[in-house]
Every structure is written in C-alpha cells, then in structure tokens.
C-alpha cells in the first residue's frame, strides 16, 4: 500500500472533522513528520561527510536551516493535495510554498557564496606587512561576491514573480532583459548597474584594493570597504569619503600603494647657506639608523634648489607603507631641527640688515638728521 493510499484512507475515516481542522492537524502532522526525517537525514549525512571537501561540510552545517524548511514546505505541499481542502485555498497555500522554495534556493546560493569567498581567502592573510598579493585577491573575491549577490536576488525575484499571473510579465523581464517592463527597470536601475559594472571592472583591472593609500579629492586615506555601489576611504582624521565606484575610472586620484606598500618620505628644509651639509647628512644617517620604522634602503639628502635667502635641502627616507613614511617624516623633521637649533643656529633662516656709516658730503648734518641705508 502506497503512502498517498494509506492517507486517503486514514482521511476518509476522519471525514467526521470539519475540513479546515482536518486539514490543519495533517498540517502539522506532517512538519513533524519532516522536522524527525530532516534530523535522520542531518546525522546520516554528517557521517557521509567526514571524507568530504571543506566546502561541503560546511554548506551542509550553515544549510541546515533551509533544509528544514524546504523538508517543511515539500511536506506541507503534499498534504494539501490530498487533504479535502477546497481548491482555490488549496491553489493558495501551494503558490505560498512554492514561493518560499525558490526563495530558499535563493538563499541557499547565497550561503554557498559566502562560504566558498571565505575558504578562498584563507589562503591569504591581510595582517603582514606584505599583503600586496592578498589585499589584490581580498578585492576581488568581495566585488566579485557583491555582483554575484546582486545577480542571485535578481534572479531570485525574477522566478518568484514567474509564478504570479499578474505580474508574469516583470518577472520574465527581469530574467530576459527585454519587454516593456524590463526598459522601464533598466532605466530605473541604470545608476545601480552601471556601478555594478564598475565594480566589476575594477576587481578585474584593480586600479584600487582594500587598504590601499590613495589621495581622493585632495583627501589622504586608505581604502576601507569596496561596496557594489561605493567605496569608503578612510581619512587620516577618522573621517570617511564615500567616493561611487565610477568615480575611479572617470577620474584621476593617487594610489601611493599601486605596486608595492613601500613608500619614500619627503622632508624639505629651507636653511641658511652657511649651514654645512656634512653634519646634518651624518644626523640624518643617525636618526634613521635609529629608528625601526626605517626600510633600510632609502636616505638621501640632497640640496635641491637655492633660493634668494635660503637654499632647498630635501631629506628621502623609505618606509614599509604609507602611515609608517608619515611618522618617519615627522620624526626626521623634528629631530633635524632641534640638532640645528642645539649645534648650528645661525643655519636657520633669517632677515639680514646691513648698517653701513654715512658718506662725507653729509658730515655738516647734525646727528638727527643722519641718515642709514639699510639693505
């Protein structure tokens, strides 16, 4: 005897029951019906899957919600056809469920995206201070991940709306990409897809990458987050530039991290031209040979300009990034000063007057009316 067979016949034999309590009470039967065979099914293929794959193991786990689910809906649909429901609430409820498969598969895509951009990235750590290679591929899987996203919720909705006779139509637009209706939400959403396309380009030819050091709009910061329709700069000040992915391939900008996260530190001073240049090049030499934030490759001072007062000297330190060249300059800078101040005073710029006596053709002139020339 069938199981659809034993039902009927177990219906037939309950027919003294108002329909809607039978209905609900076979209901309900069967979601505990589905709830003991998912937990059989859970352990059966926990014990499958201890040879399997990663990935596997773990869109099983954090699938277990949705299997629960779909065993639920899959129950409750068959229920209703062979309980004496009527048929437009029995047409109802199976829609329902129908819907809410397809927005299970939905999510279960979804996890499936979540788990595999995560096992991928483990292969590459962001904390060293070599990260060029993972920040490149940590980009890329997020953008890529974001799109995706986009695309599964598209896809999503497209099929769910097939379901509904009314609005078929949308449904089939979204999914064809033709129509009335799909004109009219291309148009609707032409900001949001041409920023996905931008983000799509920009994980392929990476002009930016997480916790790159750029210069946008005359702001310095590091690249924070790379969403599928912006990217949040993070200011040196703890402000955030919210910057629209288009904007990095329509506009100019400065990535100071493009190839390598090793950056060269600037430091000009404008001194006296009595200063000798050998003392300060031997204390330069000492405070970076001093410092830990130093690369141990880059230093130079070099004079690079002469000036009517004074004469340009520029100091060149390397650095492991961006916020390390910043605390060398600054501590180079300061320790540079307070060695002229302390050793060579007179090195600092200054406003010279030259006080000459007056000629001889002014000698009957009486000492108020003395003039000085003053240069």
């Not at 700069?233 to 904007?247: F, Q, S």
């Not at 060269?264 to 405070?287: C, F, H, M, W």
């Not at 002229?340 to 030259?354: F, G, N, V």
Request: hydrophobic letters at 50%.
């Amino acid at each position: 005897m069938s199981i659809n067979t034993f039902v009927s016949d177990l219906i037939a034999r309950l027919d003294w029951m108002p329909p809607w309590i039978l209905g609900l009470v076979a209901i309900a039967l069967a979601l505990a019906a589905a709830l003991g065979a998912h937990e059989l099914l859970v352990r059966a293929v926990r014990r499958g899957l201890r040879r399997r794959s990663e990935f596997t193991r773990s869109l099983v786990i954090r699938t277990r919600g949705p299997g629960r689910l779909a065993l639920m809906f899959l129950a409750a649909s068959w229920v209703v056809r062979v309980t004496p429901i009527s048929g437009r609430e029995a047409a109802l409820m199976q829609h329902g469920l129908l819907v809410a498969f397809i927005i299970l598969c939905g999510w279960v895509v979804m996890t499936a995206l979540d788990i595999a951009s995560a096992i991928y990235m483990r292969r590459y750590r962001v904390d060293v201070a070599d990260n060029l290679l993972a920040r490149k591929h940590l980009t890329q899987v997020r953008i890529l991940r974001r799109a995706l996203a986009v695309l599964v919720i598209l896809l999503t909705a497209a099929f769910a709306l097939m379901t509904i006779p009314g609005v078929r139509q949308l449904g089939v637009s979204l999914l064809a990409a033709g129509g009335a209706a799909g004109i009219i939400v291309g148009l609707a959403l032409q900001p949001v897809l041409s920023n996905i396309m931008a983000g799509i380009q920009i994980a392929l030819t990476q002009p930016i990458r997480i916790d790159d050091a750029l210069i946008v709009e005359g702001e310095w910061g590091v690249v924070e987050e790379i969403t599928s329709a912006y990217v949040v700069v993070r200011i040196w000040d703890k402000r955030r530039l919210i910057v629209p992915l288009k904007y990095f391939l329509e506009k100019p900008f400065q990535n100071w991290t493009r190839t390598t996260a090793d950056l060269i530190g600037v430091v000009l001073l404008y001194l006296d031209y009595s200063t000798p240049l050998e003392p300060l090049r031997a204390k330069l030499k000492e405070i970076v040979e001093a410092s830990p934030l130093w690369d141990r490759e880059v230093m130079v001072l070099q004079v690079t300009d002469a000036r009517e007062r004074t004469m340009e000297v520029r100091c060149l330190v390397g650095a492991h990034n961006s916020g390390a060249a910043f605390d060398l300059r600054c501590e180079v800078r300061e320790k540079l000063i307070a060695f002229l101040q302390e050793t060579y005073p007179h090195a600092l710029p200054r406003d010279r007057i030259d006080v000459r006596p007056v000629s001889a053709d002014f000698d009957g002139l009486q000492p108020e009316d003395t003039p000085q020339r003053m240069q």
